[in-house]
């Protein structure tokens, strides 16, 4: 038998014979002189035990009487110190008293008896060192695998921590990136006004109505309590709704509807499809542009573009035609007559169940009642103000827009220093005078009672 070293080289398996007659070892040895072994010899048992203080040992066989120490003291010593060692014990004589001591305390591998059969003697050598190898790499497996489990055990600890820190990385960027996209979807609202605004400078001040429809959308969204992202896309949707109409001439854009040739009345139909159309590859614009496309479809399914009928065409799209009838019903933009906003509000309520949803039409009412009487005002907060009596940490309540209608601050706007500085420069450069709409910070706890004081 043979066995792997750590080197790479062989090495013979090693057999201890101990026996007080020479005789018996020098048989002993002829017989395994041919087998692949390293035969070590000891005449008694005191030099067996100090050969194997020296080296390794494989297998040792022991007579069972000997003077001094018997076979079966000495492989029980050999069981208590050197335990892998493989231990048979061989006996001429039947004693059942040394052969269970041999059991019991040397836990001996077989025993053989003399005379011994060398076939016998050889299979039983085979036998024990195969055992032998075989437990001692079943050993050096069990030792490899609690390596392998520890090092696993420390890598999935380590990985578990690692899975944990680049989770939180992960996830700190993901939040990261909803803030900076709702921030995104905040500026595209802004960016929209300003857009229309710049478009309406095309008309004269009496025939803009973007403004005015963004301020009355912004009331319905409010008192109905309309979530940020519907208030977004309805305010957008009143910021760009006839961005379709710019390819228009300017003597059409200034027409009453009602008065166009037939040649302009397919354009004018084709505006809401064109507006869409401008929108539908922003991706923040898709609901809005939705709105946009049926603002012109009627209740009655006489509208623009798709002839919808009834609940078939979105809500927020009956609430902006609502808004944009109203407005341009005031700007003569509808009809060749301008109505003041009474008359604008009669015409809708005329028309309700044809052009506009009738279970809307008081409910909008009520709006333009809050958006005439401005509520705002109402709010002991909120307060008009010149440019230079503005100061920093107020708020603007409403868009403040130039003389020439360009947007210049949004509503929920900060004021600062720098911002209040850059308003009374402009309005300066403008030759105007500005009625800034703002709510005033509430004095911190104590400052009352401290100024009363002084």
């Known amino acids: 038998m043979e066995e792997q070293l750590n080197d790479g080289l062989e090495r013979k398996s090693t057999v201890l014979l101990v026996d007080d007659e020479e005789s018996i070892l020098n048989s002993l040895r002829r017989l395994l002189r041919s087998q692949p072994y390293e035969i070590l010899l000891a005449d008694s048992g005191e030099k067996a035990l100090e050969i194997l203080a020296q080296r390794p040992v494989d297998v040792v066989m022991s007579d069972a009487r000997m003077p001094g120490m018997d076979g079966a003291t000495l492989l029980a010593h050999v069981h208590q110190r050197y335990p892998s060692t493989l231990r048979i014990l061989l006996t001429g004589y039947a004693d059942m008293t040394l052969i269970a001591k041999a059991i019991n305390e040397g836990q001996i591998h077989r025993y053989l008896s003399k005379p011994w059969n060398d076939d016998e003697m050889l299979v039983t050598l085979r036998q024990a060192l195969a055992h032998h190898h075989s437990e001692d790499e079943r050993q050096r497996l069990q030792a490899l695998a609690r390596e392998q489990n520890e090092q696993l055990r420390s890598l999935n600890a380590t990985l578990e921590k690692r899975v944990a820190a680049r989770t939180a990385e992960l996830q700190q960027t993901a939040d990261m990136l909803d803030l900076a996209y709702e921030e995104l979807k905040r500026s595209y609202v802004t960016g929209t006004e300003v857009f229309s605004l710049l478009a309406n400078l095309r008309l004269p001040k009496a025939k803009q109505t973007n403004r005015q429809i963004i301020e009355l959308i912004r009331v319905y969204c409010k008192t109905h ?108 933009l509808i009809l060749e007559r301008q109505m003041n906003s009474a008359e604008a509000l009669l015409f809708i309520r005329k028309y309700a169940g044809r052009l506009y949803d009738p279970d809307l039409v008081e409910d909008f009412v009520k709006v333009c009642a809050d958006f005439l009487s401005d509520v705002s005002l109402s709010d002991p907060t909120v307060v008009v103000l010149g440019t230079r009596e503005l100061a920093a940490g107020m708020v603007l309540v409403r868009n403040l827009n130039a003389d020439n209608g360009m947007l210049l601050l949004n509503a929920g706007k900060v004021l600062s220093t720098a911002l209040v500085d850059k308003l009374i420069a402009f309005e300066a450069m403008e030759a105007g005078k500005y009625s800034v709409f703002v709510r005033v910070p509430e004095p911190a706890p104590g400052h009352e009672q401290a100024a009363g004081l002084a």
């Open 225 to 332: 309590g309309l979530s940020e992202t519907d208030s977004r896309d309805m305010t957008m949707a009143a910021a760009l709704y006839n961005i379709g109409k710019l390819s228009w001439t300017d003597g059409m854009m200034t027409a009453p509807a009602d008065l166009l040739r037939h040649t302009e009345r397919d354009l004018y139909r084709a505006y809401p499809k064109q507006s869409e159309s401008l929108l539908m590859t922003l991706e923040p614009m898709k609901d809005a542009a939705r709105i946009i496309l049926h603002h012109q479809e009627r209740w009655d399914g006489s509208g623009f573009p798709d002839h919808l009928r009834g609940e078939a065409i979105p809500l927020g799209a009956r609430w902006l035609k609502l808004a944009v009838d109203f407005i341009e019903l005031q700007r003569g």
